[in-house]
């Protein structure tokens, strides 16, 4: 198993541009999620999905769209890109939504974006 | 609004030192996990702590989940470098479908 794959790794944009940051889990995880990371801050939550057709906002969803088409696929769309979204995005996955939360999330590795 | 505090934000010690960090919150959480994170990687899980009180030890790191379920605690006895890394506290509310709140985290630093 790959596990959670992010891509692409390092990204670059001008303000106003879009792009859509790519996630996939071969795990048959039901839940997925979008953070972001910034200094001082921790982790995040942008969008989450508890299953495919299913997605629901999170703690910091303006400027960024999700889709859940499929189990294994979870992209986030940024739509107009900001200089305040420049940030590390981090994708995780795990496998059932738990009532308790002591469900083990595993992350993909990042994606570092810089807007300009 | 950040939920979750962690202190210290920095720690810098030698090999064979102890140290504790602390996540703490104003509002309860059933289950606290706590995620090291190394550079250039996601964070990783390392315990999962869900009743007031509870102690879990996984080889050198001590974790202790508070009595009333609002603050965590990471113990490491003895210290090395492998250790080096940021230290993440992530608190769950019942019912919330594994929605994590993350704390500030805590970059550790342990040197030869």
């Known amino acids: 198993n790959a596990g959670v794959t992010q891509t692409p790794k390092f990204q670059v944009l001008k303000t106003g541009q879009s792009m859509t940051l790519q996630c996939a889990q071969d795990?048959?995880?039901?839940?997925m999620s979008w953070y972001r990371q910034d200094p001082g801050m921790g982790l995040r939550l942008i969008h989450y999905?508890?299953?495919?057709?299913?997605?629901d906002q999170g703690e910091v969803p303006n400027g960024y769209n999700v889709s859940r088409s499929t189990t294994e696929d979870f992209p986030l769309r940024l739509l107009s890109a900001a200089p305040s979204q420049t940030s590390v995005y981090f994708c995780?996955?795990?496998?059932?939504?738990?009532?308790?939360?002591?469900?083990?999330?595993?992350f993909g590795p990042g994606t570092r974006l810089t807007v300009l | 609004t950040q939920l979750l505090e962690q202190s210290p934000q920095f720690l810098s010690i030698q090999e064979g030192e102890n140290l504790t960090v602390y996540c703490n919150s104003s509002?309860?959480?059933?289950?606290l996990q706590w995620y090291r994170q190394e550079p250039g990687e996601g964070p990783v899980l390392l315990v999962t702590v869900v009743t007031g009180g509870e102690v879990k030890k996984l080889k050198r790191l001590t974790f202790q989940f508070g009595d009333a379920r609002k603050d965590s605690s990471l113990h490491i006895t003895a210290a090395q470098p492998g250790d080096t890394g940021l230290y993440l506290c992530?608190?769950?509310?019942?019912?919330?479908?594994?929605?994590?709140?993350f704390g500030t985290g805590t970059r550790l630093q342990v040197t030869l």
């Open positions: 509002s309860v959480f059933s289950s």
């Open positions: 999905s508890v299953g495919a057709g299913i997605t």
């Open positions: 795990m048959n995880h039901e839940y």
């Open positions: 995780a996955s795990s496998y059932r939504p738990s009532g308790r939360g002591t469900d083990t999330q595993y």
């Open positions: 992530a608190g769950a509310k019942t019912g919330t479908a594994s929605k994590l709140t």
